[in-house]
């Protein structure tokens, strides 16, 4: 007799909205976020870590992605069985392409410019993409999954 055990469906969960370039927009960006991750169920340390990113995304997305009458879209895929977390914003200025975080010389008093050295801290991996005709999603992936022991 074959006995197999039960498996539990993994269901890949994917939420996308289209939101205001504005502060207002970035906000609610990282609002609805966390109540995707709460109804998803995603591990306190992995959903706060995401928190974190989305409103860095959205608020670069309202600031410097911004142009006139354009929205900008969060995008979050969760995919249990891979153990990931995905987090995408795209926006309309495919022409300023963030580069990975490497000048550590940000003055202490400065108002801006930590931005992507936290999504660098935060995230597992993180990067752009160019969407034509103009736009460009920065996106950034964490591991939801508990490291294997050794």
Same mark, same amino acid.
């Given at each position: ?11 890949? %969960?994917? #939420?996308? $909205? $289209?939101?205001?370039?504005?502060? %207002? ?11 995707? #991750?709460? +109804?998803? $169920?995603? &591990?306190?340390?992995?959903?706060? /870590?995401?928190? $974190? ?5 959205? +608020?670069?997305? +309202? *600031? ?6 354009? !929205?900008?879209? *969060?995008?979050?895929?969760? !995919? &249990?069985?891979?153990?990931?977390? %995905? ?21 202490? !008093? ?14 597992? /991996? ?6 034509? &005709? ?12 508990? +490291? &294997?022991?050794?």
């Amino acid at each position: 007799m074959n006995v197999s055990s039960p498996h539990s469906p993994t269901t890949v %969960r994917t #939420f996308a $909205q $289209q939101l205001s370039s504005t502060r %207002r927009g970035a906000r609610l960006a990282r609002l609805l976020a966390v109540a995707e #991750f709460q +109804a998803w $169920q995603v &591990p306190p340390s992995v959903a706060e /870590r995401a928190e $974190q990113i989305v409103a860095e995304l959205a +608020a670069n997305a +309202a *600031l410097h992605g911004r142009v006139q009458g354009r !929205d900008f879209r *969060l995008a979050l895929h969760l !995919d &249990p069985a891979a153990g990931l977390l %995905r987090i995408a914003v795209t926006d309309a200025r495919g022409d300023r392409l963030p580069h990975p975080a490497t000048d550590f010389t940000t003055s202490p !008093d400065a108002e801006s410019g930590r931005g992507l050295l936290m999504v660098t801290a935060l995230a597992d /991996r993180w990067s752009t993409e160019s969407c034509p &005709p103009g736009g460009k999603t920065v996106w950034a992936e964490l591991v939801t999954l508990p +490291a &294997p022991l050794e």
